[in-house]
C-alpha cells in the first residue's frame, strides 16, 4: 500500500488525539475554522475535508487556548498518545 502523502484535516486532529472523536473534529473545524498554512500561504477554512501534509501548520482554538502545529506526519491510525504526539510538534505556547 503506498504511503499517504496528504490527509483530511478532520482525521488529522482526531489522529493527532486533538479530539475525542472524529464526529467533534469534523464540528469544531465546521464551527469554529482552523487556520492553515501550506508553502507560506495561511488561510482560515471551515472544510473538515482540507487537506494537510507533513510541514503545513495548523492553529485552532479550543477549551480557551490556542494550538498553533506543524504536521510532521499523518500516522496510520489513531494511536495511542506516544503516536500521536509523534504526528506534530507545538510551535508556540498558549496565547
Do not use: C
Not at 28 to 47: A, N
Amino acid at each position: 500500500m503506498p504511503e499517504e502523502t496528504s490527509l483530511r484535516l478532520d482525521i488529522w486532529l482526531w489522529r493527532a488525539r486533538f479530539f475525542k472523536t472524529r464526529a467533534l473534529a469534523t464540528a469544531h473545524v465546521r464551527g469554529q475554522g482552523v487556520r492553515l498554512s501550506h508553502l507560506g500561504q495561511t488561510r482560515k477554512t471551515d472544510k473538515p475535508g482540507a487537506l494537510v501534509v507533513a510541514g503545513d501548520v495548523v492553529t485552532f482554538g479550543k477549551a480557551g487556548r490556542i494550538y498553533s502545529v506543524e504536521v510532521t506526519g499523518l500516522g496510520d491510525r489513531r494511536g495511542p498518545a506516544e503516536e500521536a504526539r509523534a504526528l506534530y510538534r507545538p510551535l508556540e505556547a498558549d496565547l
